[in-house]
């Protein structure tokens, strides 16, 4: 029978920590194999409570619950080491030899044990040397009922001696024996026995100049007696011995190294009979001629040498595996470079009896370690598979050793860095499984991505979720996986506290399943990650892995689920291998308040609404791994909660079968322009955004991060708050590359992020666990900025500012190199400010009842300086930028009614700073209206020294607003503004040509001052309703030429007609100004508040103007522009109508998952012509009638050389509608055949445009 070709996969079905160890130098921890597929481990766990070292002793089952585990001492304890490990032949009862501190007469003693199989001490005993110094145990052997243990004692000379103690299993000793020759540091490195009478010991000898060499004795079983005394072999010097093996004909296998005179350090390796007469010796020399050092060394039954260690590259250490044959040639040598190209190292190596070559040691991640593991095949030292391992904290990770099963999986044990310093104990379980993957899915979708558990997921009250192994909150409803579970939660949730939150989870679980062997396991890592800094979790989870497939194995006899993030939606693949029965699946639902089917759809009801699974499909897999049809037609059948699938026809029962519920894919975009939704199944809002100079992008914000209830059914409970910030690096091409979330149990706010050589996170926080690593969180609100890794989002610093009786929060954020400036608010109370001599404007006093707060930090979020800004009434900074020459310029909101009456410098009464240098535009509060009501928007600038050197308000009489960190720039000594306002007319009237719109109500208004001089001014927009004015979001930007772009919103529905196109329009309707080319555009508002994006030329004529949006609201937080791209985020309730569009390889989220999402766009505006070159243009190609409807003429200046030309015409999606051959300097075109719209003419290097009516 041929089968569909199933592939082995090594997946991580569980970890385990136990023990903490502050002193770095007890590291040794081991582990051997239990029964059924466990394994036992040993090591050092520290008592708080008496300051010593216990043993640690814990056996695992398969699925990697605890057997047993006890902690052991001697009744007067001390520090405890572990020295090696073995079992008896049953694997049942566990042998531990090592050292202890045995009190200060006797100093370390040897320490032997017997576990047996219920955990239990069978018996323990101490050997204390001759000269009662450091005494320990380092092999063991156990024959039948017999033990012997080898190892090392102190002498009377102070050196050390190799010791052997053979024990009865009741642990009885029979004899010791100690070797002590002159001269000599003597240790066993390993035991053999070939014969009955006879027991071998290779011994480790080291000289008093540091030489190594390898020894050996044989003593009698019956007494110890010497049967042929200790010699050494003086062929080979080493430097040190890190490898001891012997086979069954008493042959020792060595490796270690020794100083190659210029090559560095190169590992020597060597066979030795049972005479020490050298039979081979091998060296190795990395190809770098750099150091290169064995760690580790196995045998196999064939005489094949494996050693495991490190060589030297050029970009440091290299993980590296050498393979020798019986006759110690070698076959080959593994090198591993680990992506980060740092330090890697194999610390432990063994030589599987399935023909694979199996090692552990480290791998450098980003300057970290992290467990990494190879399985190579042994014929050619190809990698058959690999894995590495980040510990739950994210420090340096080391494995140490390695356990083979019986049932073809792999246990590896290591020492695991935490926040504190010390260390743990980890091991890490992979189970070797068969799995047919269904051919056809494509790249998994990010957005539906698998989240690894790693304890960042809380219930309602706010504990850590243990069950749950991965979880996809961007599919609906959210989907939490368990080993022997699927939990699907529906939830209603806002952002009230005061309102309670309510959650629906519904459960499905397998009827008659292989419960106990089930286990889910993660497949197809993507390149991205997520990071969480959390209250619970303050010391982080870091690199948190996102997979495209979970596989739950074992669900029934040949039978398992895969789940795999499509971009239509989580697709669940039943795959039943040859043997398994269709008929065996059952799923149990329990939470649910229905089930029932609609157009063959499984749909299961809740208080929060209904959720459905798709229509099942079935197809077969062929032996070349294709997609075959069957007719085997599956359906759901419903008996109470029991959902199964009865059928009609057959299928090939030679073949894999594979049930399949996926729903339709909407066809992608072809567009580059890159437009996406992003967030979860809860509210989303994204706040700020920044580029770096490789043109990767970052977004900041703030999310409702999705808990998980602790029981199925209805679960209300009052709002824990669960708001938390985030920020997401997206790379050049909109590939997501990472996540990071963090916050406390409070709610917190992302204001605004700033990419530099770290990224920074401002914003505003309520928790008392907010993850501060400077200052000290509390419920009061608190302004923080947070540093972190620009390359993989880890945290480096987060500091809050200082509480005490005043609240702040911070908005904005700018900087270069290495110099820091924030912007925010420090509301009534005593912020304590910092002067600095660099720093001219300091106000220590808080003026009003909230002030404008202005800091500045370098790079290690130290405070240079920080000062109050503002007057008697109430300010807020809402945008900061520095400029390339240092110059500081701040804008926000003020209540403050008039100006100081001192100049340049710090009030010294209650009114607004002021300072009006010659030629600059200062303007009165509200315009000079009386009565003036409410808010005025001012913009300041400081220079270079923080010298006040220019403020101005800026509004009408009611109220002005900046709500978003992007609401000015600056570009050489123009700077841009754009603000919202209740009263237009009322504001400084529009000046400086161009585009002018007249609006007396509600809307925005965006001006220009150069060299602070107001040039350019302009009422804009369309606003019908009455819309609070904190509604009106808005952004602005300079693009790369000098051109601006600004957005907002919009709720007119009614466009201008095309003759307007360009054009300050109507009352009533939205401007609109189609591209000259590919550039976005939508010419229909599809409802709600719509955003719109408008270009303006460096002349202000209106170059682009577009709606943006969908069948809901939408709202602009921010405008980054590089070259000819801007980039735009805000967020958005719409559902509908969205205008997504994915190029390839892009982060995709097609739909809203949370009613509040957040989205980010990348728009392609190259094709916009600017403005010098159409009027350098527009001054020698002539273009009339103008507007036109059948014939134009397109007339070529008269200095222009005479020759045939072409005339290009294209529409306003820049495709190409018609060419004109042109003979003479005017040409008339027919244009009759063309619809109505806006059109470019191109003419070799001449553009000009026409309206065809």
Same mark, same amino acid.
Not at 136 to 141: A, D
Not at 820 to 846: C, E, K, L
Not at 968 to 985: F, K
């Given at each position: 029978?041929?089968?569909?070709?199933?592939?082995?996969?090594?997946?991580?079905?569980?970890?385990?920590?136990?023990?903490?160890?502050?002193?770095?130098?007890?590291?040794?921890?081991?582990?051997?194999?239990?029964?059924?597929?466990?394994?036992?481990?040993?090591?050092?766990?520290?008592?708080?409570?008496?300051?010593?070292?216990?043993?640690?002793?814990?056996?695992?089952?398969?699925?990697?619950?605890?057997?047993?585990?006890?902690?052991?001492?001697?009744?007067?304890?001390?520090?405890?080491?572990?020295?090696?490990?073995?079992?008896?032949?049953?694997?049942?009862?566990?042998? !531990?030899?090592?050292?202890?501190?045995?009190?200060?007469?006797?100093?370390?003693?040897?320490?032997?044990?017997?576990?047996? !199989?219920?955990?239990?001490?069978?018996?323990?005993?101490?050997?204390?040397?001759?000269?009662?110094?450091?005494?320990?145990?380092?092999?063991?052997?156990?024959?039948?009922?017999?033990?012997?243990?080898?190892? +090392?004692?102190?002498?009377?000379?102070?050196?050390?001696?190799?010791?052997?103690?053979?024990?009865?299993?009741?642990?009885?000793?029979?004899?010791?024996?100690?070797?002590?020759?002159?001269?000599?540091?003597?240790?066993?490195?390993?035991?053999?026995?070939?014969?009955?009478?006879?027991?071998?010991?290779?011994?480790? +000898?080291?000289?008093?100049?540091?030489?190594?060499?390898?020894?050996?004795?044989?003593?009698?079983?019956?007494?110890?007696?010497?049967?042929?005394?200790?010699?050494?072999?003086?062929?080979?010097?080493?430097?040190?011995?890190?490898?001891?093996?012997?086979?069954?004909?008493?042959?020792?296998?060595?490796?270690?190294?020794?100083?190659?005179?210029?090559?560095?350090?190169?590992?020597?390796?060597?066979?030795?009979?049972?005479?020490?007469?050298?039979?081979?010796?091998?060296?190795?020399?990395?190809?770098?001629?750099?150091?290169?050092?064995?760690? $580790?060394?196995?045998?196999?039954?064939?005489?094949?040498?494996?050693?495991?260690?490190?060589?030297?590259?050029?970009?440091?250490?290299?993980?590296?595996?050498?393979?020798?044959?019986?006759?110690?040639?070698?076959?080959?040598?593994?090198?591993?470079?680990?992506? $980060?190209?740092?330090?890697?190292?194999?610390?432990?190596?063994?030589?599987?009896?399935?023909?694979?070559?199996?090692?552990?040691?480290?791998?450098?991640?980003?300057?970290?370690?992290?467990?990494?593991?190879?399985?190579?095949?042994?014929?050619?030292?190809?990698?058959?598979?690999?894995?590495?391992?980040?510990?739950?904290?994210?420090?340096?990770?080391?494995?140490?050793?390695?356990?083979?099963?019986?049932?073809?999986?792999?246990?590896?044990?290591?020492?695991?860095?935490?926040?504190?310093?010390?260390?743990?104990?980890?091991?890490?379980?992979?189970?070797?499984?068969?799995?047919?993957?269904?051919?056809?899915?494509?790249?998994?979708?990010?957005?539906?991505?698998?989240?690894?558990?790693?304890?960042?997921?809380?219930?309602?009250?706010?504990?850590?979720?243990?069950?749950?192994?991965?979880?996809?909150?961007?599919?609906?409803?959210?989907?939490?996986?368990?080993?022997?579970?699927?939990?699907?939660?529906?939830?209603?949730?806002?952002?009230?506290?005061?309102?309670?939150?309510?959650?629906?989870?519904?459960?499905?679980?397998?009827?008659?399943?292989?419960?106990?062997?089930?286990?889910?396991?993660?497949?197809?890592?993507?390149?991205?990650?997520?990071?969480?800094?959390?209250?619970?979790?303050?010391?982080?989870?870091?690199?948190?892995?996102?997979?495209?497939?979970?596989?739950?194995?074992?669900?029934?006899?040949?039978?398992?689920?895969?789940?795999?993030?499509?971009?239509?939606?989580?697709?669940?693949?039943?795959?039943?291998?040859?043997?398994?029965?269709?008929?065996?699946?059952?799923?149990?639902?329990?939470?649910?308040?229905?089930?029932?089917?609609?157009?063959?759809?499984?749909?299961?009801?809740?208080?929060?609404?209904?959720?459905?699974?798709?229509?099942?499909?079935?197809?077969?897999?062929?032996?070349?791994?294709?997609?075959?049809?069957? +007719?085997?037609?599956?359906?759901?059948?419903?008996?109470? $909660?029991?959902?199964?699938?009865?059928?009609?026809?057959?299928?090939?029962?030679?073949?894999?079968?594979?049930?399949?519920?996926?729903?339709?894919?909407?066809?992608?975009?072809?567009?580059?322009?890159?437009?996406?939704?992003?967030?979860?199944?809860?509210?989303?809002?994204?706040?700020?955004?920044?580029?770096? $100079?490789?043109?990767?992008?970052?977004?900041?914000?703030?999310?409702?991060?999705?808990?998980?209830?602790?029981?199925?059914?209805?679960?209300?409970?009052?709002?824990?708050?669960?708001?938390?910030?985030?920020?997401?690096?997206?790379? +050049?091409?909109?590939?997501?590359?990472?996540?990071?979330?963090?916050?406390?149990?409070?709610?917190?706010?992302?204001?605004?992020?700033?990419?530099?050589?770290?990224?920074?996170?401002?914003?505003?926080?309520?928790?008392?666990?907010?993850?501060?690593?400077?200052?000290?969180?509390?419920?009061?609100?608190?302004?923080?900025?947070?540093?972190?890794?620009?390359?993989?989002?880890?945290?480096?610093?987060?500091?809050?500012?200082?509480?005490?009786?005043?609240?702040?929060?911070?908005?904005?954020?700018?900087?270069?190199?290495?110099?820091?400036?924030?912007?925010?608010?420090?509301?009534?109370?005593?912020?304590?400010?910092?002067?600095?001599?660099?720093?001219?404007?300091?106000?220590?006093?808080?003026?009003?009842?909230?002030?404008?707060?202005?800091?500045?930090?370098?790079?290690?979020?130290?405070?240079?300086?920080s000062t109050h800004f503002g007057g008697s009434g109430e300010e807020s900074i809402q945008d900061v930028v520095i400029t390339p020459d240092e110059k500081l310029f701040i804008a926000g909101n003020t209540t403050t009614m008039s100006y100081s009456a001192t100049s340049c410098n710090v009030p010294t009464d209650s009114g607004f700073p002021s300072c009006q240098p010659s030629g600059s535009s200062q303007f009165a509060f509200a315009n000079g209206n009386s009565p003036a009501l409410e808010d005025d928007i001012f913009i300041a600038e400081f220079d270079p020294e923080g010298n006040l050197s220019w403020a101005t308000f800026m509004g009408g009489s009611l109220r002005e607003k900046l709500l978003t960190s992007s609401s000015i720039d600056v570009n050489g000594n123009n700077l841009i503004i754009l603000g919202a306002s209740e009263q237009l007319s009322t504001m400084q009237a529009n000046t400086g040509g161009g585009f002018q719109q007249s609006i007396s109500g509600r809307g925005y208004f965006v001006a220009e001052f150069a060299?602070?001089?107001?040039?350019?001014?302009?009422?804009?927009?369309?606003?019908?309703?009455?819309?609070?004015?904190?509604?009106?979001?808005?952004?602005?930007?300079?693009?790369?030429?000098?051109?601006?772009?600004?957005?907002?919103?919009?709720?007119?529905?009614?466009?201008?007609?095309?003759?307007?196109?360009?054009?300050?329009?109507?009352?009533?309707?939205?401007?609109?100004?189609?591209?000259?080319?590919?550039?976005?555009?939508?010419?229909?508002?599809?409802?709600?508040?719509?955003?719109?994006?408008?270009?303006?030329?460096?002349?202000?004529?209106?170059?682009?103007?577009?709606?943006?949006?969908?069948?809901?609201?939408?709202?602009?937080?921010?405008?980054?522009?590089?070259?000819?791209?801007?980039?735009?985020?805000?967020?958005?309730?719409?559902?509908?109508?969205?205008?997504?569009?994915?190029?390839?390889?892009?982060?995709?989220?097609?739909?809203?998952?949370?009613?509040?999402?957040?989205?980010?766009?990348?728009?392609?505006?190259?094709?916009?012509?600017?403005?010098?070159?159409?009027?350098?243009?527009?001054?020698?190609?002539?273009?009339?009638?103008?507007?036109?409807?059948?014939?134009?003429?397109?007339?070529?200046?008269?200095?222009?050389?005479?020759?045939?030309?072409?005339?290009?015409?294209?529409?306003?999606?820049?495709?190409?509608?018609?060419?004109?051959?042109?003979?003479?300097?005017?040409?008339?075109?027919?244009?009759?055949?063309?619809?109505?719209?806006?059109?470019?003419?191109?003419?070799?290097?001449?553009?000009?445009?026409?309206?065809?009516?």
């Amino acid at each position: 029978m041929v089968v569909a070709q199933q592939s082995t996969f090594y997946l991580e079905t569980w970890q385990a920590s136990k023990g903490e160890q502050p002193a770095l130098s007890l590291d040794r921890a081991l582990s051997t194999p239990s029964r059924i597929g466990g394994v036992y481990t040993v090591g050092s766990s520290y008592n708080e409570s008496g300051g010593y070292y216990d043993l640690l002793v814990t056996r695992y089952n398969l699925g990697g619950t605890i057997a047993y585990q006890d902690t052991f001492n001697l009744p007067t304890p001390g520090n405890i080491i572990a020295g090696a490990i073995t079992t008896n032949s049953s694997l049942t009862e566990l042998f !531990i030899t090592g050292t202890v501190y045995n009190g200060s007469a006797n100093s370390y003693d040897v320490l032997t044990l017997k576990y047996d !199989i219920n955990g239990q001490v069978d018996w323990y005993s101490t050997y204390n040397g001759i000269g009662n110094g450091y005494d320990g145990g380092s092999s063991l052997l156990v024959d039948s009922d017999t033990i012997y243990v080898g190892g +090392a004692i102190t002498d009377t000379t102070g050196l050390f001696g190799a010791l052997c103690i053979k024990y009865h299993d009741g642990g009885t000793e029979v004899w010791d024996r100690t070797l002590t020759p002159n001269n000599r540091n003597l240790a066993i490195g390993t035991l053999s026995k070939d014969s009955p009478n006879e027991l071998m010991i290779g011994v480790g +000898a080291e000289f008093n100049n540091g030489t190594h060499r390898v020894g050996s004795a044989v003593l009698a079983t019956s007494d110890g007696s010497t049967l042929s005394g200790f010699s050494e072999n003086s062929q080979v010097d080493l430097d040190e011995i890190t490898g001891f093996a012997a086979d069954a004909d008493q042959n020792l296998y060595v490796t270690g190294y020794s100083d190659a005179a210029g090559n560095g350090d190169d590992m020597v390796t060597m066979m030795l009979n049972d005479t020490l007469g050298l039979v081979w010796e091998s060296v190795y020399n990395g190809p770098a001629n750099g150091d290169d050092r064995p760690s $580790s060394l196995d045998i196999d039954t064939l005489g094949n040498v494996y050693v495991g260690g490190y060589t030297t590259g050029s970009n440091g250490r290299d993980f590296a595996v050498i393979k020798y044959n019986n006759s110690g040639t070698q076959q080959w040598a593994a090198l591993y470079d680990g992506a $980060s190209h740092g330090d890697d190292e194999a610390k432990a190596v063994v030589a599987g009896k399935d023909g694979q070559v199996y090692a552990t040691g480290s791998v450098d991640t980003l300057g970290q370690k992290d467990y990494h593991t190879r399985i190579l095949k042994a014929s050619d030292g190809t990698t058959e598979w690999s894995a590495s391992f980040n510990g739950l904290h994210s420090k340096d990770d080391e494995a140490t050793s390695i356990s083979l099963d019986g049932e073809g999986g792999l246990s590896v044990l290591g020492k695991n860095g935490l926040s504190n310093g010390s260390t743990e104990y980890m091991l890490v379980r992979y189970a070797k499984k068969q799995l047919t993957i269904p051919p056809g899915d494509g790249a998994a979708s990010p957005a539906l991505a698998f989240t690894e558990q790693r304890g960042q997921l809380t219930d309602t009250s706010g504990t850590s979720v243990e069950g749950v192994r991965f979880y996809s909150t961007g599919s609906y409803p959210p989907l939490y996986v368990q080993n022997d579970t699927l939990s699907f939660v529906t939830a209603s949730v806002d952002t009230s506290s005061a309102t309670p939150d309510t959650l629906h989870r519904v459960d499905i679980t397998f009827f008659d399943s292989k419960t106990s062997l089930m286990s889910a396991a993660g497949l197809d890592q993507l390149d991205n990650y997520r990071n969480y800094y959390l209250g619970h979790i303050p010391e982080g989870r870091a690199r948190v892995g996102q997979y495209g497939r979970v596989a739950v194995t074992d669900l029934y006899d040949g039978i398992n689920l895969q789940m795999f993030s499509d971009k239509s939606g989580i697709v669940y693949y039943f795959v039943i291998q040859p043997g398994g029965d269709p008929d065996d699946i059952k799923l149990d639902f329990h939470g649910q308040d229905s089930l029932y089917l609609k157009a063959r759809n499984l749909f299961v009801g809740t208080s929060l609404g209904d959720f459905n699974l798709p229509a099942p499909k079935a197809f077969q897999i062929d032996s070349l791994g294709q997609e075959v049809s069957t +007719a085997w037609k599956p359906e759901y059948s419903i008996a109470g $909660s029991r959902v199964s699938f009865s059928s009609t026809g057959s299928y090939d029962s030679t073949k894999v079968l594979v049930v399949e519920l996926r729903r339709e894919e909407v066809p992608g975009s072809p567009s580059q322009d890159w437009i996406t939704y992003f967030g979860g199944n809860d509210s989303d809002v994204i706040n700020g955004s920044d580029t770096d $100079s490789d043109g990767n992008f970052y977004v900041a914000g703030t999310t409702f991060n999705q808990v998980f209830p602790e029981v199925e059914g209805v679960q209300v409970f009052g709002s824990p708050n669960f708001q938390f910030v985030f920020f997401t690096k997206f790379k +050049a091409s909109a590939a997501l590359d990472y996540m990071t979330i963090f916050g406390g149990g409070g709610p917190e706010n992302g204001y605004d992020i700033l990419a530099l050589d770290k990224v920074y996170v401002v914003g505003r926080t309520l928790s008392s666990d907010f993850p501060a690593t400077i200052g000290i969180p509390s419920l009061v609100s608190q302004g923080f900025i947070s540093s972190f890794s620009i390359n993989d989002g880890q945290s480096i610093s987060s500091k809050v500012l200082s509480a005490s009786s005043s609240e702040t929060e911070l908005y904005a954020i700018s900087g270069q190199d290495k110099s820091i400036y924030v912007g925010g608010q420090a509301r009534s109370g005593s912020f304590s400010t910092t002067s600095n001599s660099s720093w001219g404007y300091h106000d220590s006093s808080n003026s009003g009842g909230r002030d404008g707060l202005l800091i500045g930090l370098d790079s290690d979020l130290n405070t240079s300086w920080s000062t109050h800004f503002g007057g008697s009434g109430e300010e807020s900074i809402q945008d900061v930028v520095i400029t390339p020459d240092e110059k500081l310029f701040i804008a926000g909101n003020t209540t403050t009614m008039s100006y100081s009456a001192t100049s340049c410098n710090v009030p010294t009464d209650s009114g607004f700073p002021s300072c009006q240098p010659s030629g600059s535009s200062q303007f009165a509060f509200a315009n000079g209206n009386s009565p003036a009501l409410e808010d005025d928007i001012f913009i300041a600038e400081f220079d270079p020294e923080g010298n006040l050197s220019w403020a101005t308000f800026m509004g009408g009489s009611l109220r002005e607003k900046l709500l978003t960190s992007s609401s000015i720039d600056v570009n050489g000594n123009n700077l841009i503004i754009l603000g919202a306002s209740e009263q237009l007319s009322t504001m400084q009237a529009n000046t400086g040509g161009g585009f002018q719109q007249s609006i007396s109500g509600r809307g925005y208004f965006v001006a220009e001052f150069a060299n602070r001089s107001l040039v350019w001014k302009t009422n804009y927009g369309c606003i019908e309703g009455s819309p609070n004015v904190l509604n009106l979001y808005q952004s602005i930007v300079y693009g790369a030429q000098g051109g601006i772009y600004i957005s907002g919103v919009s709720d007119c529905a009614t466009p201008v007609s095309s003759m307007d196109y360009c054009s300050a329009p109507p009352s009533g309707e939205f401007a609109l100004c189609p591209p000259l080319g590919g550039t976005f555009y939508e010419d229909n508002s599809q409802g709600g508040f719509e955003l719109f994006l408008t270009a303006f030329a460096t002349d202000y004529t209106m170059e682009f103007a577009t709606y943006f949006g969908g069948n809901e609201d939408e709202f602009i937080t921010s405008i980054t522009s590089i070259e000819d791209v801007l980039f735009l985020t805000g967020f958005t309730t719409s559902t509908q109508s969205f205008p997504v569009s994915f190029p390839q390889d892009s982060y995709e989220q097609d739909y809203n998952a949370g009613g509040t999402e957040g989205f980010v766009g990348r728009l392609n505006i190259g094709a916009l012509v600017n403005s010098q070159e159409i009027e350098s243009s527009a001054e020698r190609l002539t273009i009339f009638p103008n507007p036109a409807t059948d014939l134009l003429t397109i007339s070529l200046p008269k200095d222009v050389k005479s020759h045939q030309r072409e005339a290009y015409i294209y529409d306003m999606a820049g495709k190409l509608v018609m060419t004109k051959v042109l003979n003479h300097f005017e040409t008339e075109v027919s244009i009759g055949n063309l619809p109505s719209g806006l059109y470019q003419v191109r003419v070799e290097e001449f553009t000009g445009r026409f309206i065809k009516i």
